[in-house]
């Protein structure tokens, strides 16, 4: 699996349908109409994100391998 960064990420559950609520510190919290789920996001930077992170939030978004 490709590491994306938390900037890439977030494109990706927007166009998923998912809202920004807030941002806390470096971390950007999203949610979705109908679900109790909230999904933080850690941005810094070009950082990458950890691969056990990254399939975590995938799996919850319903984002497919390859999208990205």
Not at 28 to 35: C, P, V
Not at 47 to 52: E, N, P, T, V
Not at 55 to 66: L, T, V, Y
Request: aromatic share 2%.
């Amino acid at each position: 699996m490709k590491a994306i960064n938390g900037k890439r990420l977030c494109q990706l559950l927007e166009a998923k349908g998912w809202e920004l609520k807030r941002i806390n510190g470096s971390h950007n919290i999203y949610a979705k109409a109908g679900s109790i789920v909230r999904i933080s996001v850690p941005v810094h930077g070009n950082k990458s994100l950890k691969i056990g992170l990254q399939k975590h939030h995938m799996k919850i978004a319903g984002i497919d391998e390859s999208e990205l």
